[in-house]
């Protein structure tokens, strides 16, 4: 059974209790990173787009290194949000993710946020699927999260609140909120994984 978002909330406080600092601090260096990236790269067009990429692959590293944290109870460590960049498949997965939500995102802003949805747990599957290539993980993305975008959504929307607070704090706030959000997340991720194997086991045995 999928928790309801304050439960999620919750889960993610009860996960970062005694882990803020790591979490905080690698949070800190991966927006520096691509906030240099970015200024340094505007300046021309071809290579802004490569930072946006390299953006996408460096918080997917950050979403792993959270979801490990949930996992292991262990602080986060930032030389793990780089891991992304080490495999090929990693990081190709990722380029295609941003290239697909990219494209729908041209017909029209709603399709692009429901794909955006859809392709929300590539991360978490790529840690979790070794040997899945590329269009099978958005593919299992995909499945995964039939039934229960609405409740991502939901999730996403319940930090509303809190991203509205940080803003009056010149976006200070966002080291402690980015962490939260991303660790609520993977308890999100968690959840629907577990369901996703329960239906399938269903569907093997009524076979």
């Known amino acids: 059974m999928i928790k309801c978002a304050k439960e999620m909330r919750a889960a993610a406080a009860d996960a970062l209790r005694g882990k803020w600092k790591d979490a905080v601090l690698t949070t800190l260096v991966c927006m520096a990173i691509v906030m240099v990236a970015s200024f340094l790269l505007s300046f021309c067009g071809p290579l802004s787009l490569v930072a946006s990429i390299g953006s996408v692959i460096l918080v997917a590293g950050l979403q792993v290194a959270l ?104 976006g200070i706030g966002y080291l402690w909120l980015e962490p939260y959000m991303l660790t609520s997340y993977a308890e999100f991720y968690e959840d629907v994984k577990a369901e996703y194997n329960e239906r399938k086991l269903a569907s093997v045995s009524a076979e």
């Open 67 to 170: 979801l490990q944290m949930v996992r292991t109870g262990n602080a986060v460590k930032i030389v793990c949000i780089f891991d992304f960049f080490k495999e090929s498949r990693l990081w190709v997965t990722m380029l295609l993710v941003f290239v697909y939500t990219f494209l729908w995102t041209l017909l029209f802003i709603i399709p692009g946020i429901i794909k955006g949805l859809s392709y929300a747990l590539t991360p978490y599957i790529l840690n979790d699927n070794p040997d899945l290539e590329n269009n099978a993980v958005i593919e299992l993305s995909m499945a995964m999260m039939n039934g229960h975008k609405w409740d991502l959504f939901c999730l996403q929307l319940s930090f509303i609140g809190w991203a509205i607070l940080c803003s009056f704090t010149l």
